[in-house]
Every structure is written in structure tokens, then in C-alpha cells.
């Protein structure tokens, strides 16, 4: 029997809970500063897949993949643009054969982040930044993703060609998060001006299938941006990756505040405002996954 979409296991009623941070967890594992997290799938796999083992161990129902700077222009910096294919193949693998492990109900979100070139300067053309998502999701979809979480964006027009390039070129159900900043003003806004409500709308328009927030904040913002998205998508399901807290640099190392317990405290909050999935982003652990699961199911 195929496995149900994550969208269909939303509208059932569910809350579900996602996964925590990868990059810290890699830097815990011996990860060095200027290295390519994303050639771990190929060269250190047991390490990697441990990660999303780690998580479903937690609670998780669904997990991402070692592939946030995945598409040929991340990648180019580190002289991999060639094999793009193989490691995004590699690493959406991984994180399925844990799924598996887990039981064959959980899913893979694999984990498509900016390109960090922009459209608005010319430096790169609508095109070009499709041409490279697709190469990137197709790779993810060969390597058992079943949804895309196209995450970190600040730009509509370029979540949009990513949205399109899985849509076209995949099965895969499309995810969209964006990360805002709370302005002097109070509202909140991408570092390209977006606001929630106007992410939302275009997300919408271009087709993806789950909405949401991630990175930036702790989860008490986070209620206040998904009280926004809600309004202007009524039905569509809305997933929040939050930090664990606002960073604080200590002794010039950046550390996030808040304890599994904290985040945990602030899961019906989430839930009431209109989260349906919920995870965590940087400085979040299966300490904290644990928690907010032991949170939505009491």
C-alpha cells in the first residue's frame, strides 16, 4: 500500500512532528569549518544516516536530508558542481533507509535551501535557478524523498521556481518555509521585504502543497507569524521549524537559550495558532523533538 501523503495525514486531524537541526548535529560529529556538509552523504553516510535515526528515535514522524546547500551553486564553492546528482541521490537515501527502519509510515522532507544568488540583481536568470532546483529535487526524489522542504527563503519569485521545479519534475508534495525578522515596527518581514502574509499568498499561488516558517526565531514568534499565514490560507497545511530561542554569543560562539522543556511549553500555543507540523531549526536537538512529541501527545 502507497504511504500516505503527508498533506492527507494533516487534513485527518494529526499533528505532526518533524525533525531538529543538522548542521550543529554534523559539527558534534567532527564537521570543520569551511568543509561541504553535503559530501558527508558520500563520504561519512554512517554518520549522516544517524542523524535521521537519531530523530525518528525521538519521535519524529518525518525527516530532512543532508542537502540544504545542495543545488550546483552551493556546491560549485566547494568544487562539487558535477555531482550534484549523486550526492543529493545519496543523501535523500539515507534518510529513507531510516524511515524505513522506523517502521515504513514515516516520511522524508529533504531539504532544499537558497541558492544565495539573487534575481532582483541579475546575477543569475529565472532559468538558471530553475535548471538547478530541478537537477537538485529530481536527484532527492530518485533518492526516496516523498516531500521537497524548500526552506530559509527570503525571495517569492525564487521559492516559486523551486516550488515549480518539483511540481514538474517530481511526485514529490512541495514544501515552502520562509525565515522573517521582527522589524522596530513589530510585524515581521524576510530580508527581501516579504511578509508573511504576502509569502503565504505567493506559495499558494505557485502550488505548494504545506506552507510555514523557519529559522530566525524562537516559537513564541512563531506563533505570531502562523496567526498571520493562517488567515490568508485557511486550509492549507502550515509546518514551523523553530530555533531553540533567539542566539546569544557566548565567548564568540553563538548558542541558542532555550531548553527542550522551554520549546515544549509553547507546542499548544503553536498548535492553537495553526501549526500542523512542528519541528526545529538551529540549536534544537532529539532532546527537543522528544519533548514537543511528548507535548502534542499528552
Same mark, same amino acid.
Given at each position: 500500500?502507497?504511504? %500516505?501523503?503527508?498533506?492527507?495525514?494533516?487534513?485527518?486531524?494529526?499533528? /505532526?512532528?518533524?525533525?531538529?537541526?543538522?548542521?550543529?548535529?554534523? %559539527?558534534?560529529? =567532527?564537521?570543520?569549518?569551511?568543509?561541504?556538509?553535503?559530501? #558527508?552523504?558520500?563520504?561519512?553516510?554512517?554518520?549522516?544516516?544517524?542523524?535521521?535515526?537519531?530523530?525518528?528515535? !525521538?519521535?519524529?514522524?518525518?525527516?530532512?536530508?543532508?542537502?540544504?546547500?545542495?543545488?550546483?551553486?552551493?556546491?560549485?564553492?566547494?568544487?562539487?558542481?558535477?555531482?550534484?546528482?549523486?550526492?543529493?541521490?545519496?543523501?535523500?537515501? /539515507?534518510?529513507?533507509?531510516?524511515?524505513?527502519? *522506523?517502521?515504513?509510515?514515516? #516520511?522524508?522532507?529533504?531539504?532544499? =535551501?537558497?541558492?544565495?544568488?539573487?534575481?532582483?540583481? &541579475?546575477?543569475?536568470?529565472?532559468?538558471?535557478?530553475?535548471?538547478?532546483?530541478?537537477?537538485?529535487?529530481?536527484?532527492?526524489?530518485?533518492?526516496?524523498?516523498?516531500?521537497?522542504?524548500?526552506?530559509?527563503?527570503?525571495?517569492? &519569485?525564487?521559492? *516559486?521556481?523551486?516550488?515549480?521545479?518539483?511540481?514538474?519534475?517530481?511526485?514529490?508534495?512541495?514544501?515552502?518555509?520562509?525565515?522573517?525578522?521582527?522589524?522596530?515596527?513589530?510585524?515581521?518581514?524576510?530580508?527581501?521585504?516579504?511578509?508573511?502574509?504576502?509569502?503565504? &499568498?505567493?506559495?499558494?499561488? !505557485?502550488? *505548494?502543497?504545506?506552507?510555514?516558517?523557519?529559522?530566525?526565531?524562537?516559537?513564541?514568534?512563531?506563533?505570531?507569524?502562523?496567526?498571520?499565514?493562517?488567515?490568508?490560507?485557511?486550509?492549507?497545511?502550515?509546518?514551523?521549524?523553530?530555533?531553540?530561542? /533567539?542566539?546569544?554569543?557566548?565567548?564568540?560562539?553563538?548558542?541558542?537559550?532555550?531548553?527542550?522543556?522551554?520549546?515544549?511549553? %509553547?507546542?499548544?500555543?503553536?498548535?492553537? !495558532?495553526?501549526?500542523?507540523?512542528?519541528? =526545529?531549526?538551529?540549536?534544537?536537538?532529539? !532532546?527537543?523533538?522528544?519533548?514537543?512529541?511528548? *507535548?502534542?501527545?499528552?
Amino acid at each position: 500500500m502507497a504511504k %500516505q501523503k503527508i498533506v492527507d495525514a494533516v487534513k485527518s486531524g494529526k499533528v /505532526l512532528i518533524s525533525d531538529g537541526a543538522w548542521g550543529t548535529f554534523l %559539527q558534534k560529529k =567532527g564537521l570543520k569549518p569551511g568543509e561541504c556538509p553535503e559530501l #558527508w552523504a558520500v563520504d561519512r553516510p554512517a554518520d549522516v544516516k544517524a542523524i535521521a535515526q537519531a530523530y525518528f528515535a !525521538a519521535g519524529a514522524d518525518m525527516v530532512e536530508s543532508d542537502t540544504f546547500g545542495g543545488t550546483s551553486f552551493k556546491l560549485e564553492h566547494f568544487g562539487l558542481k558535477d555531482r550534484v546528482a549523486e550526492i543529493n541521490k545519496a543523501a535523500a537515501k /539515507l534518510s529513507a533507509e531510516a524511515a524505513a527502519e *522506523a517502521g515504513g509510515t514515516k #516520511w522524508v522532507i529533504a531539504s532544499v =535551501g537558497p541558492t544565495g544568488k539573487m534575481l532582483v540583481t &541579475e546575477e543569475v536568470t529565472e532559468e538558471e535557478l530553475y535548471d538547478a532546483f530541478k537537477t537538485q529535487v529530481v536527484a532527492l526524489a530518485k533518492g526516496g524523498a516523498d516531500a521537497i522542504c524548500i526552506e530559509t527563503m527570503s525571495d517569492v &519569485e525564487e521559492a *516559486a521556481l523551486a516550488v515549480k521545479a518539483v511540481k514538474e519534475n517530481t511526485s514529490c508534495e512541495a514544501i515552502v518555509t520562509f525565515t522573517f525578522e521582527r522589524t522596530v515596527n513589530g510585524d515581521y518581514r524576510t530580508m527581501m521585504g516579504v511578509s508573511p502574509e504576502q509569502a503565504a &499568498e505567493a506559495m499558494l499561488e !505557485a502550488g *505548494a502543497d504545506i506552507i510555514g516558517t523557519n529559522c530566525g526565531n524562537g516559537i513564541e514568534r512563531m506563533i505570531e507569524i502562523v496567526k498571520v499565514m493562517r488567515k490568508v490560507a485557511p486550509k492549507t497545511p502550515i509546518l514551523v521549524h523553530a530555533n531553540a530561542g /533567539l542566539p546569544k554569543n557566548v565567548n564568540g560562539v553563538d548558542t541558542f537559550p532555550e531548553t527542550p522543556e522551554m520549546m515544549a511549553a %509553547q507546542v499548544h500555543g503553536l498548535v492553537a !495558532a495553526g501549526a500542523n507540523i512542528i519541528g =526545529g531549526c538551529c540549536g534544537t536537538t532529539p !532532546a527537543h523533538i522528544k519533548a514537543m512529541k511528548e *507535548a502534542v501527545t499528552a
